[in-house]
């Protein structure tokens, strides 16, 4: 039998995952990562068809999902969106689907259980029973750290999707794969973490600066030449930054920014979202980045649906001052409405043309990167395409 796994622009963290996870328990399949056109060489008779989608790749997944039914494959499904909406992702044409954490389910799957939902929400996995990548067929990843997020921001599906419960690999794990990776000349070590500067501890939030420190001597020991800490794909909260969590990373790590997360510059916007920081916890956590050598990289979402002149007008002047102040760098996006959050049916973000002069002078200075625009056009899609759907997030056991 062989299980073929879409391979996608954002799914690779999550296809390297369940690769290994399958091929660790040596199981009686061929597990393969394969573009769509390679998906045809295969017998359908013979072939489980597997997506790990986000929901700004639904226009996509659901052309594809109609083109393989008429071939006849079966098809399953798990990620984001279809942990948001996994009774929706059945109508679309897929088989079953995988809600929450996938690893143990998948197995499950392969080994003849069958469900229409498994429920990856109500148990959860434990990072360390499961491999974060698979040297024995050249795939690695950054290794995740940590799963879970103890926050409720009401435009973000990871607190559905990887539940509110912090979860961490424990440092002797993930010194034993980065050893593994060593040998193999994988010298460089970056990571998954939803707060890095939360890693080991019991709430998420509060550095844990021994385990920290612990976690990055042990990967120096086995031959890790770059570590890469506090930068994507392991940004950081401003609750988390403090000077003693800085003052040891930076003993131990080859990137000179810090990405951390603002998402806007008005008080009002951040108690709307839940964030649960405020305007003046962001500056005094960019302050102390700046102080002990770092760029502080700060995340902004622009384009609230919900956002006055004036949240736009206090963003822009607090991004004026970081940058000034701090030699602050931006990214920058565009609000998504994502199937299963609060802010769902809020509609899809839109920039205005002050937005688009205001970033398009940042852009200009080299001070502002990432895809607004191209978010802008994937939010209308998005919500166009899911505002239909259900976001019911419950198992059908």
């Known amino acids: 039998m062989y299980i073929l796994f879409r391979e996608m622009k954002n799914n ?7 690769l290994s996870t399958i091929y660790s328990r040596h199981l009686d ?17 013979k072939t489980i068809v597997a997506y790990s989608f986000m929901s700004f790749d639904l226009d996509t997944v659901r052309e594809e999902v109609k083109t393989l039914k008429e071939r006849g494959y079966t098809l399953i499904a798990g990620g984001p969106h279809v942990t948001a909406d996994p009774k929706g ?10 809600t929450g954490d996938g690893e143990e389910n998948i197995l499950r ?17 434990n990072l360390n029973h499961y491999s974060p990548f698979l040297p024995s067929k050249g795939i690695y990843m950054p290794i995740e750290i940590t799963r879970g997020c103890p926050f409720s921001c009401a435009y973000c599906q990871t607190p559905i999707i990887a539940g509110r419960q912090v979860r961490h690999r424990d440092v002797d794990v993930v010194v034993h794969y980065a050893k593994l990776g060593v040998k193999h000349g994988r010298k460089l070590a970056r990571f998954i973490a939803p707060n890095s500067f939360g890693y080991g501890s019991k709430n998420g939030v509060t550095p844990n600066v021994e385990k920290i420190e612990e976690l990055l001597y042990g990967l120096k020991r086995v031959g890790i030449e770059e570590i890469y800490f506090g ?20 003993k131990y790590v080859n990137n000179r920014s810090i990405v951390i997360g603002a998402q806007s510059g008005s008080d009002r916007i951040l108690k709307i979202i839940k964030r649960g920081h405020t305007v003046e916890q962001v500056e005094e956590a960019i302050e102390k980045i700046s102080l002990h050598g770092f760029i502080p990289h700060v995340d902004f979402i622009f384009g609230f649906p919900f956002e006055t002149e004036e949240d736009v007008e206090k963003t822009f002047s607090f991004i004026v001052k970081i940058v000034e102040r701090y030699g602050a760098k931006i990214h920058a996006h565009t609000f998504m409405p994502l199937p299963g959050t609060e802010l769902f049916n809020a509609g899809p973000g839109r920039l205005t043309e002050v937005h688009y002069k205001f970033l398009g002078r940042l852009a200009s200075k080299g001070i502002l990167d990432g895809y607004w625009m191209k ?3 994937l939010a209308r899609k998005v919500y166009e395409i899911a505002s239909g759907g259900s976001t019911d997030v419950t198992s059908d056991r």
Request: hydrophobic share 40%; net charge positive.
């Open 89 to 98: 992702c059945l109508r679309m044409g897929f088989d079953h689907v995988f």
């Open 29 to 45: 399949v061929e597990a393969r990562p394969v573009k769509f056109e390679e998906i045809k060489k295969f017998p359908p008779e």
């Open 12 to 18: 690779w963290y999550s296809l390297a995952a369940l």
């Open 231 to 250: 930068t994507f794909p392991s940004e950081v909260r401003p609750e988390s930054v403090t000077d003693e969590v800085l003052k040891v990373v930076k």
């Open 109 to 125: 799957f392969l080994m003849g259980e069958r469900k229409k939902i498994f429920d990856g929400i109500s148990k959860r996995v």
């Open 375 to 377: 978010q802008e056009m």
